[in-house]
């Protein structure tokens, strides 16, 4: 009796510690970062985020061409992906809910989002670029091939099974009597997913592309293989640019120079502190949609 | 009538056009698919699975050190990852509701959508850093902390899923607790913890950027995990910016490999999801 007393307190113990390890790893992580930026954030303070420098030889950082290129980069990607992501919604969420087609689009959707990154920029960078300077040159504008329209064509691309699959969740949980009721009054098929489908479903389309916008702005490879790593504010969306995510990837290991490795953690914890955020913020909407229904 | 006649072609148009725009998302796939087929099967022979790579001029010469790379990678970031996100997830679905598991929950959520890159920096800093050089093991440890949340999260949901009254009539005949856990509660969550397991996996197997500071690379044959360690994906990035067109056949050949792989876990994964 007592030796299973003794075993049942050890479980729960190791249970208990294990989680804590975890716990731990977390709260280690985000100190890391923070330690490790230090002397760059007391250098360059908040001066960081409005600066254009960014010389390693000079050892000056300033990180706005690459904040305004993850920007640009993670907006564009969400325009671009944004009328298909709708289509995907609608289409599995309404019009084929069950059945052979459905199957294939959702099979083809979760293929998409398992394809690797690197992958994909191998892929970008001998079709989509390719193409993308044979129309630059048609249209008399500089045949970079690589750059923001570039990478935010690829980021689209990645981020669109991801969003739609959320907010196609969301669209099915409308309930079958507020469509009928709207049937009942005559309504077409297009007019219910438009007045009644879409405002029900709203807040789970919007975690959707939190969600996605996430992924977006840390999306390390495909960027990085396709921008143009430039480390000038780009001037128009054709130029090169650079992101937070490809300019860490870039120089992180020839990072010569304690200021120079701790800017680039710098922008590292700002990265994670931006997506820590939008993760738990679209996570949040999803656990309040799932409580209500 | 009029009026009804436009609603009704209003509502064809939309279906049709949304169909269309559904149809034309899957484009890029396809040609990705497409190409990585192609240009992939042209490369693949006995010699590129199984010799070490030649420098550039010599023809031939294979990716055996990327295969055995990876392979050591994957399994070693499994073994860190499996037992601790078992166990963390046992802890949050049977203690859904203290201090400690809904910190760890979000810890945990918040870890799924770092970006990879950032996870690579801090197993620099924990590992590479301390030991001097480049590591498998520093790389399977980043690749490990990916893998992490994705098991806690599946563990948690698939044993959250076993009905209550399992657990109970294993209690009540007298089974103590942990051997009701162990005995009980596990297996009936089995495959789909490994379901999630299996998913996990095939993402880290595709995973480039937190090994570009970890395992780093290496041209020759090593499954010493203390020394830098060359990968699949690391290989494919490597050889696609560079400026040889060898090494660009070779960068499509990888892809493939990887695609299969990654092809195959996905229908196992789908067989083992139909049994739940």
């Known amino acids: ?293 | 009538m009029n009026k009804t006649s436009f609603r009704r072609i209003k509502n064809d148009t939309y279906k049709l056009g949304l169909i269309l725009l559904t149809i034309i998302s899957t484009v890029p796939f396809l040609l990705i698919l497409f190409f990585v087929i192609k240009n992939g099967i042209a490369v693949i022979n006995w010699e590129f699975l199984t010799s070490l790579p030649k420098p550039i001029g010599e023809n031939g010469g294979g990716i055996i050190n990327g295969l055995i790379g990876t392979g050591i990678l994957i399994i070693i970031a499994t073994i860190i990852a499996i037992p601790i996100g078992i166990i963390t997830g046992v802890y949050l679905a049977e203690y859904p509701n203290n201090l400690l598991s809904n910190s760890v929950r979000i810890v945990s959520e918040i870890f799924q959508g770092v970006p990879s890159i950032v996870v690579g920096i801090i197993a620099y800093f924990w590992l590479v850093k301390p030991m001097g050089h480049f590591s498998a093991l520093s790389g399977s440890f980043a690749l490990a902390l990916i893998l992490l949340p994705m098991i806690i999260k599946s563990t948690e949901e698939m044993v959250k899923l076993v009905p209550a009254d399992i657990k109970e009539a294993s209690l009540s005949l007298g089974v103590p607790y942990y051997r009701s856990i162990l005995k009980v509660i596990i297996p009936a969550s089995l495959s789909g913890i490994l379901t999630g397991a299996l998913t996990g996996i095939a993402r880290i197997s595709g995973e480039t950027a937190p090994l570009l500071f970890t395992a780093f690379g290496d041209s020759f044959f090593n499954i010493n995990i203390f020394k830098p360690i060359s990968s699949l994906p690391l290989l494919i990035f490597n050889y696609s910016i560079s400026p040889y067109q060898a090494w660009w056949a070779k960068a499509w050949g990888i892809s493939f490999l990887i695609v299969i792989f990654i092809l195959i876990l996905n229908i196992l994964t789908r067989i083992l999801y139909k049994k739940i």
């Not at chain 1, 954030?41 to 061409?65: C, M, N, Q, R």
């Not at chain 1, 671009?80 to 992501?85: G, K, L, Q, S, V």
């Not at chain 1, 130029?239 to 490809?246: H, R």
């Not at chain 1, 200021?259 to 680039?264: A, D, F, N, T, V």
């Open chain 1, 1 to 293: 009796m007592k030796l299973k007393l003794l075993n049942d307190k050890v479980f729960k113990n190791i249970l208990i510690i294990t989680t804590s390890i975890v716990l731990l790893i977390g709260v280690a992580f985000f100190i890391t970062l923070i330690l490790e930026s230090t002397s760059s954030i007391s250098k360059f303070g908040f001066k960081f985020f409005t600066s254009t420098d960014w010389d390693p030889v000079f050892e000056k950082f300033g990180a706005l061409p690459f904040i305004v290129g993850t920007l640009l980069t993670s907006f564009l990607s969400l325009l671009i992906a944004f009328p298909f992501t709708f289509a995907i919604m609608v289409v599995l969420g309404e019009y084929f809910t069950k059945g052979f087609i459905s199957e294939v689009l959702r099979y083809l959707t979760e293929l998409i989002s398992s394809i690797p990154s690197v992958v994909i920029g191998l892929w970008g960078l001998f079709f989509l670029v390719p193409a993308v300077r044979f129309f630059q040159i048609t249209f008399g504008l500089q045949p970079y091939g690589v750059g923001i329209f570039t990478a935010s064509l690829l980021l689209a691309f990645m981020i669109i099974p991801y969003a739609a699959s959320i907010a196609k969740d969301a669209m099915r949980l409308v309930p079958k009597d507020l469509k009928e009721a709207a049937y009942s009054l005559g309504a077409t098929r297009w007019e219910v997913i438009k007045q009644v489908m879409i405002p029900y479903s709203r807040s789970g389309i919007v975690a959707g592309i939190l969600l996605a916008l996430g992924r977006a702005l840390g999306e390390t490879m495909t960027v990085t293989m396709v921008i143009g790593n430039s480390h000038f504010i780009p001037k128009n969306l054709f130029s090169p640019g650079n992101t937070i995510a490809s300019v860490i990837a870039n120089e992180f290991t020839e990072a010569t120079g304690d200021l120079y490795l701790s800017s680039l953690i710098y922008l590292a914890l700002v990265l994670f502190l931006i997506t820590a955020l939008i993760n738990l913020l679209g996570k949040y909407i999803l656990k309040k949609i799932q409580i209500n229904h």
